[in-house]
Nanobody, 121 residues
Framework: QVLLVESGGGLVQPGGSLRLSCAAS????????MRWYRQTPGKQREVVAEIHSGGSTTYADSVKGRFTISRENAKNSVYLQMNSLKPEDTAVYFC???????????????WGEGTQVTVSS
């Protein structure tokens, strides 16, 4: 199994910055994509950014130019640097990893429990 643990959430004023971290642990063969999602009450979980093990990245239009995703493959970790935060960025942020447990396993999705980000003055 793959255990994902997020950290770094909190309360920040508009225009401020936060850095989220997510570390994967457990017994697995490899991780392909790592993603950050966010969710607000009553809305569907939406992908914020993703990064492939090779380094390619994709961002939601709403965060382009403000958020940066990065990862350290050796540490099985992914990060989300969030700058110029807006009140509409307030949400629970979830870490997601696409991993396979063995060379013969299928790719499955694993989720962290989420970390709250609140942008408010």
């Amino acid at each position: 199994q793959v255990l994902l643990v997020e950290s770094g959430g909190g309360l920040v004023q508009p225009g401020g910055s936060l850095r989220l971290s997510c570390a994967a642990s457990g017994t697995f063969f490899s991780i392909s994509f790592m993603r950050w999602y966010r969710q607000t009450p009553g809305k569907q979980r939406e992908v914020v950014a993703e990064i492939h093990s090779g380094g390619s990245t994709t961002y939601a239009d709403s965060v382009k130019g403000r958020f940066t995703i990065s990862r350290e493959n050796a540490k099985n970790s992914v990060y989300l640097q969030m700058n110029s935060l807006k009140p509409e960025d307030t949400a629970v942020y979830f870490c997601n990893a696409q991993a396979r447990l063995t060379t013969e396993s299928t790719w499955d999705n694993y989720w962290g429990e989420g970390t709250q980000v609140t942008v408010s003055s």
